[in-house]
């Protein structure tokens, strides 16, 4: 064991002494006395550390170190002195990272010197030095335990009997196949990840893949599908591709500060992911590598990439302008019909939809009409893209599994609902039509039955009042179960009634018809129907709803 000695810090007088252990108090009481002097004990000599360049090391590793404290050598940080330079070294088994500054001298240190951290002292370490005013740090180490200085704090932990892990053979084996690589923005590429992760799981997978002339960036759940984003580079050797957790590239890209370039290496057998600064001379040597998941997982499913349809983005923009999505039911879909000279989009809300219609030139050259039923969460992210890609063209990819949809360099895609699952899907209503009855005559039976209609929207039937047409009659019947009103208007003629009809109209729309039919001066309400919904129009104004189901539509 080393002799003991004492360090006296005499901060008012600018001087610190290095002198036997226990001569510090005669040296005192001779009158060496200072109200400030801070006495420190150490067996080797005392080590002054840069504070700023520390303070880097720890915001550049401290996020791999492990959480688990049952793991003493993951769940640490390597500190390594030597004469010329200071590094540091985490992992946490699936990542790690190395930062070390070269040409930073040193005081106290004749050969390289390791010093395990564990993660409580070190986030105490990083808290302390984020002061401006701390220069530098005092370390100090004896047999078991080891001390920082910090001002007038002091950050004691005993010594580790765990050893760190051999990350020098790890990073060896990581340099011997760095050629496949690209150089992006860090802030592209961290907005990127934004983008495709989904913010409900606190581990989202992203896909990294190295294409063409591009970075594809994506990301994909079984519940909304698949996000992606793409970032133009320079690559141009064969496609590479790996998944990872999107956390472990954010956290590099957050230390890292969001500014620069980076470079990322992807390797072929084992496309494991090294991430380092690009063109940054600021004295640092920085390395994060990263693991992939185990494998890509095969997909059930195979989205569409073949984008065939192109529609103005700044016409879908004037038709979904007003609505809140996000508000809107997820479960939920809306419906986008392309035809050759126009744009239709249906809107679902619940009890109420609404439908808008307006003109388009062909973008493709295409005359066929294209229905694409889109949820409202697409539809919320359609919207904020083209807020933010103002002029841009909406394309879309269909196969018989999904539907993409891309924007600039932003695309999504999603799985098609199966045929049970569609309840919730907004419908075509029909516009061609060829039955109308009296104005007069059906207020006058709404008047007369809606007080009988349920209130209670899970029970479809009774949610609404039965109109049967006949050639010279109008009948009307609602129910909710407890009671039922049945009015009859005679000697009414309805034209193009060739045989009796019955239409079920929602409570919604009997609300909206009788407002309508009091202020309205047409004297006739014309019904239209096809397989899926009915439409009523009243002068300029149509309002659909679904067949067996407690939805109505308005057109606007």
Known sequence: MADKNDLLILPNLGESLIVPSGAS????????????VLVVSFGQGPTFL??????ILIARTIYAVSDDD?????????????????AMVSTDGHRLSFVERNNERISG??????????????????????????ESVLFVEDDDTFTIHVGQRTINWVRPTEKFPDYEAVMTRETQDLARFVVVRAGELSAAIQSVAQPVFSRN???????????????????????????????TEDA????????????????????????????????????????????????????????????????????????????????ITGYNFDELSSSESSLLVIKAGSLIVVIRDGQRLSLREAKQESEDGKSNEQRILIPHEIMSEIQRLLLELDGENVEFAENGDGVRFRIGNRSHAW????????????AMPPTEFAVAVSSRSLKALIDRAIFATSKEESIY???????????????????????LSLVEKANDLADGVVEEKRILIVREVLLELMQLLSVSQTHNVELAENEGAYSCRIGDRILSWEIGRASCRERV
């Open 240 to 319: 590479v591709e790996a998944a990872f957790y999107d956390r472990y590239i954010q956290d590099f890209l957050n230390a890292l500060g969001d500014h620069g370039d980076i470079r990322l290496n992807l390797k072929d057998a084992k496309p494991d992911l090294e991430i380092s600064p690009e063109g940054q001379d600021d004295g640092y040597s920085w390395r994060y590598l990263c693991m992939p998941m185990q494998r890509i997982s095969s997909a059930r499913w195979s989205l569409p990439t073949d984008f065939t349809t192109s529609v103005s983005g700044r016409v879908v923009q004037s038709l």
């Open 109 to 134: 240190v004749r050969d390289e010197k390791r010093v395990l951290i564990p993660r409580l002292p070190l986030q105490e370490l990083h808290q302390l030095l984020l002061d401006p005013s701390v």
């Open 70 to 86: 049952r793991r003493q050598n993951l769940n640490s940080a390597l500190l390594i002195l030597r004469p010329t330079s200071l």
């Open 415 to 426: 799985l098609k609902r199966s045929e049970q699952d569609r309840e919730n899907d907004a």
């Open 205 to 235: 997978t992203i896909r990294l893949r190295f294409d063409q002339n591009l970075l594809r960036i994506t990301g994909s759940t079984d519940f909304v599908g698949e996000y992606e984003e793409t970032i133009r580079t320079l690559y």
């Open 50 to 55: 840069s504070a700023p360049v520390l303070n």
């Open 461 to 483: 039937t009774p949610n609404g009042a039965l109109l049967v047409i006949k050639t010279e009659t109008l009948v009307m019947v609602a129910t909710d179960g407890h009671r």
């Open 25 to 36: 108090k005669g040296l005192i009481a001779r009158g060496r006395n200072d109200a400030k």
